[in-house]
Structure formats: structure tokens, C-alpha cells
């Protein structure tokens, strides 16, 4: 027997907000083993029940670190940069200074949705996390980019123009 997803005991209350709500969602979040459950099955793949979008950015992702690593593999690294533009280094120290806002509005949004529901307070406190934690990394990345005059900074030689470094810090963020 399958268990309607946990929207449903919030918003299905009426058979019309029931129905609404079975179709938008379609997948049931838990199973429980019955009778003739198939609790014993092989369980399916965890990206199953990810939405078409986020698969396809998963299996782009995969793809544009194998094309990276191809790069790579057939032109090369450049050679280390000599000189490194100092208003490059200020915008960086000015990135860093700028994601402490995002952080501090993020981690208010985190504390307020302690008052929502449930379902929203999952959904919001995992999307909140993940935010959160990737501003971290970038302020982390920012910070050592900007005390550390760039970190190892690369001629890329890819670049259409003028000279321009690929910095190393940024590439791997």
C-alpha cells in the first residue's frame, strides 16, 4: 500500500485539494511494505526521482569536468603569470565582502522557517544549507585569492586578445 506524499496530509484535507495535489505529485515519497509489497526488490537508482532538470544538470556537470580534464590532457597548462593585475586582486577581496550579506539574509531565512510546515521546513532548510555552504566555499576561495595576490595565476591559452591569467583558485571552485 502506498502512502500519499506528506503534502497531501497537510493539503488534502478535501477531496479537491486531494486530487490537486495527487496530480501535481505523482511519485509517492514512502512505501510501505504490505503484502504484496516489493519490499525486497533491488531498489532503483537515487536519481530516479529527481526531476528531468536536475538530472540533466548532474550529467552536464559530469560532462564538463570529463571535457576539462580532456583540455587538459591535449593543450596544457600555461605558464605561470609574472605580473598579476592588482584591480583583479581588489575585486576579488570586494567578491568576498559582498557574499557576507547573502550569507547573513540566507541565515535568516534559515531561522524563520523554523514557523513553516513540515514539508516546507525540509525543503527550505536543506535548500538553505546547500546555499549557505556554497557561499562559504566561494567567500573561502575569495579570501585566499584575494591575500594570496591571486593564488598561482596561469596564461591562458585559450583566450582570444591580450594575455589573460586563468587563476588557478577560481578554476578549482
Known sequence: REIVPCVLYFTGRTPVARAMAEQDLQQPILKVAGPSSDAHKPQESPFRPWPLAARACMWFSYAQIVASLVVWWLYGIGPLMEVVDEDEVKVFHRAKVMLLPAILLESCYLISSRSYSEQLKL??????????????????????????????VHVNLRAWGPVRGCYTVRYIE
Open 123 to 152: 525543503h527550505g532548510s536543506e535548500m538553505s544549507y546547500l546555499v549557505i555552504l556554497e557561499y562559504c566555499v566561494k567567500m573561502t576561495c575569495y579570501s585566499t585569492m584575494s591575500h594570496f595576490n591571486g593564488g598561482p
